[in-house]
């Protein structure tokens, strides 16, 4: 009921408020309709800063043109973006050398400002400065002192047992419908491929990370040409003093730990999404970071870009500034769990009616080029996608070029408040309380400030100093798919190989597994703690591609094709997609189980009973063969690994030597991955 | 099918019109394969290398198909698409776009036998009146 009632009010919103169709005259409280509207105004319908604006010059200004405008305007005009050498070009293609932001003195009133200036020939565009909002549910959740769990991974950090949102094993502890394999599908990654870059570089668009804390200290992106703490721009960026970022908000420090007398204020979400991007792995330390290294210094690296501080920040150009810091100092990927509450219903009505200068610097971002990244020809901006349980993502994420992240549970399943539908692009492990009582477990775990209070198990407030904690929200969701792409870019680094930065968004895309049977077979979805049921009939469908896997992106960069097996069945797959439609006629030579293969999906040794009267290839462990052009498994574990298959092409033996003319060998090696949904591209039809 | 649906109307036609007898259309002889088949036997023997295997084919007069199969463990998936037939062989594709044969076949009232192109795998199916309900009710 909660879902539909919410629904209900997000379109009646839409309805009312976003109609791009419509001219923009609408009295709103930004303006109250006194017949000087221009269509210069770019307004919201709620929540934006009323001390300043912006505006965006239909050229870039002399200084002359400049002194002239704060005249008409009777206020200073302050540029948004400094301007970095080397970057003029693409600063000007994005028109971020025209962008000013203009303060309201205390005698005047916003609206009229706005009016005024809108009537200024030199200004093409008029914006409010709205406010985004993180996309958290709820604050943190107390962690249980960390105990040897019941997995074992290839890291000793003694938390990365409860992080199924990496590995999950369907522990019913966790969710009593928890579901094997409803995570990111990453520890077969750290095994045998990568375990991140320290050149890969994430900024947290965000609050201040705790750039102190014991596990995410030594993956801090570092401003070598800045000093510490001496009150200069040593690096001459514009900004004093940004060794492991800047404070978008204060212009001073990073800042974690900012609360009010009420208890509002900071809340640990930027150092909670670190944590999950590259907390230190393998340091014997709290958690596992997805893209956090093997414990030897090669983690991906973090930057704080802090557009939050307590109760202050996260307006438009805080955060516009904040990203194309993010571009000029090096970072390949934006980490942005927040958005607006503002539901928009088209692209047109966001940069109508909200404005573009985010927009702007989001491409400028994406375009930019980056020495750290030798990878692509561009970088990535990954956004949440909401939690107001809204059947479309908010923006900034909803933007058509931007990957926006949806949030699933540890059943596999959307989570009651997550986004979907149109935006939406992607899903990946969120976190969801209410699966057990008096345990947050099913939320995610990673690193927290441990000077913020967190929410005991009886839902009294802690000051525990705990470095660790339990989040959940689109908010957790959007920095899985960050480090999964922060490993993707590592991989494809240690590989030598380059991609269009478009070609690398879709293969991130395609990069994941089937959410919709597990959907369509649950037509509700009940929690420990409530009575009523969340209807999940409207989620099919509309959650992105699927679930992020991290295993597949990588095999998507080496160009190895991934089958899907079924756990916990016998079964064939057909190897059409391998070898063609020939693929039943070839005659095979050797299959393969490589590896870990065998280990990580606990295949089962498997022998053809006609291999006599029908030729059939069999592995040297006996943990698959190929008959009737299939391979046969028997995989019981959710796992990943490689098999590689030798065929002859064009005959029935090798040719060559005193042979009768003969074929080719032909060797592919093919990727599995065993989950509890059948992926549908691997397993055809008996016909 | 619709073809032969064409050529028995012509057929119609030229005997009402009283057209010469060396003018009527031949009988076509493309295969009638319509109806619902169950898998009995893959080559000589049901159980394919140790894997457990059930199948019924719904092929439809009008040239669809459903396939419902059973492999090893768990529910039966359902498959859809559609199929064509010549004199010997019936080949088709699925919905998603996916060929499948041609294989060689024979039919008659009771069996229908589709074996692979290059020989190495012979299907023999028999004749049952619909999809159990044990199979439809039971999918993914």
Redesign the interface.
């Known amino acids: 009921m909660k879902h539909q009632l919410i629904s209900c009010g997000a379109i009646l919103l839409a309805l009312l408020s976003c109609n791009p169709e419509s001219p923009d005259t609408t009295p709103t409280p930004n303006n109250q309709g006194n017949g000087t509207q221009t269509p210069k105004i770019l307004k919201i319908a709620e929540n934006n800063l009323e001390d300043a604006f912006l505006v965006k010059l239909g050229s870039v200004p002399t200084s002359e043109d400049l002194s002239a405008l704060e005249s008409a305007l009777g206020t200073c005009l302050t540029p948004v973006f400094p301007s970095t050498p080397g970057k003029e070009t693409l600063e000007h293609r994005y028109g971020l050398d025209r962008w000013f932001q203009a303060e309201v003195p205390q005698e005047e009133h916003l609206d009229k400002m706005v009016q005024k200036a809108s009537l200024l020939e030199q200004v093409a565009l008029v914006e409010y400065c709205a406010v985004a909002q993180k996309d958290v549910e709820g604050g943190i959740y107390e962690a249980s002192p960390a105990t040897k769990g019941t997995m074992s991974g290839s890291f000793n950090d003694p938390y990365l047992s409860y992080q199924w949102h990496y590995k999950n094993s369907g522990d019913r502890s966790v969710s009593p419908s928890a579901l094997s394999g409803a995570d990111i599908n990453v520890w077969d990654v750290w095994t045998s491929l990568t375990c991140g870059d320290p050149g890969i570089v994430v900024a947290v668009v965000d609050e201040g990370v705790k750039y102190t804390h014991p596990d995410l200290k030594d993956n801090m992106w570092v401003n070598k040409d800045e000093i510490p703490g001496n009150g200069i721009d040593d690096d001459g960026n514009g900004y004093i003093d940004d060794v492991y970022g800047f404070n978008f908000v204060t212009n001073g420090p990073i800042s974690w730990d900012v609360v009010d007398a009420q208890g509002n204020g900071d809340s640990g979400h930027a150092t909670h999404c670190a944590g999950t991007i590259a907390a230190v792995n393998n340091n014997g330390t709290g958690v596992a970071g997805v893209a956090g290294g093997s414990g030897n210094g090669d983690g991906c690296r973090i930057m704080s870009c802090q557009i939050f501080s307590g109760n202050a920040g996260g307006s438009s150009s805080i955060t516009a500034k904040a990203i194309k810091y993010a571009a000029d100092m090096g970072a390949s990927i934006i980490s942005c769990s927040f958005g607006l509450r503002v539901a928009y219903a088209s692209d047109n009505a966001y940069i109508k009616r909200q404005g573009s200068v985010e927009i702007d610097a989001i491409h400028y971002f994406e375009d930019s080029e980056n020495a750290n990244n030798p990878v692509l020809n561009g970088n990535i901006a990954i956004f949440s996608a909401g939690n107001e349980t809204h059947d479309f993502c908010h923006y900034p994420g909803a933007f058509y070029d931007i990957i926006s992240v949806s949030a699933f549970g540890p059943d596999g399943l959307p989570t009651y408040y997550t986004n979907y539908g149109p935006g939406c692009n992607i899903s990946a492990p969120g976190g969801e309380a209410y699966h057990v009582v008096n345990k947050w477990n099913s939320m995610v775990l990673s690193t927290v400030p441990s000077e913020l209070p967190q929410l005991g198990v009886n839902g009294e407030i802690n000051k525990t100093g705990l470095n660790y904690g339990y989040m959940q929200g689109t908010s957790m969701a959007c920095p899985h798919v960050s480090g999964v792409v922060a490993l993707g870019l590592s991989y494809a680094k240690k590989l030598g190989k380059t991609f269009d930065r478009d070609d690398f968004k879709k293969m991130i895309l395609a990069s994941v597994n089937d959410i919709d049977q597990r959907i369509a077979k649950t037509p509700e979805k009940k929690y420990a703690y409530y009575q009523s049921a969340l209807n999940l009939t409207p989620y099919y469908h509309q959650m992105g591609t699927g679930a992020i896997d991290a295993w597949r992106l990588m095999m998507h960069i080496e160009g190895t094709p991934t089958l899907t097996a079924k756990v916990g069945q016998k079964q064939w797959i057909d190897l059409t997609s391998i070898f063609g439609t020939a693929s039943i006629s070839l005659t095979y030579l050797e299959v393969e189980v490589q590896g870990s293969a065998a280990q990580s999906m606990g295949l089962q040794k498997i022998m053809p009973t006609n291999a006599d009267k029908y030729p059939a290839v069999i592995d040297a462990g006996g943990y698959a063969y190929v008959q009737f052009g299939r391979l046969y498994i028997h995989p019981t574990l959710i796992g990943s690994g490689k098999i590689k298959i030798t065929a002859v092409g064009g005959g029935d033996h090798l040719g060559g030597g005193d042979n009768p003319p003969g074929g080719m060998e032909l060797v592919e090696e093919v990727s599995l991955i065993s989950r509890e949904a059948d992926g549908g591209n691997g397993t055809g039809g008996w016909l | 099918m619709m073809k032969k649906v064409f050529y028995l109307a012509a057929a119609l036609l030229l005997a009402l019109t009283g057209c010469k007898k060396e003018d009527t259309p031949q009988q076509s002889n493309v295969l009638d394969i319509a109806g619902v088949w169950e898998?009995s036997s893959v080559?000589?023997?049901v159980?394919?290398?140790?894997?457990?295997?059930s199948?019924y084919?719904d092929f439809a007069a009008g040239g669809s198909f459903t396939?419902y199969?059973q492999?090893?463990?768990?529910r039966y998936?359902k498959?859809t698409?559609s199929y064509t037939c010549t004199e010997t062989s019936v080949s088709?594709s699925?919905s998603s776009g996916?060929?499948?044969?041609p294989?060689t076949a024979t039919v008659d009232a009771s069996q229908l036998v589709l074996t692979?192109?290059?020989g190495?795998?012979t299907d023999t199916y028999k004749k049952v009146g619909s999809v159990p309900a044990s199979v439809t009710g039971n999918l993914?």
Do not use: C, D, R
């Open positions: 898998l080559t000589t023997k159980n394919v290398a140790g894997v457990e295997v199948v084919l396939l199969q492999i090893g463990e768990g998936t498959f698409g088709g699925y996916k060929p499948w044969g294989y692979s192109a290059s190495k795998e993914y």
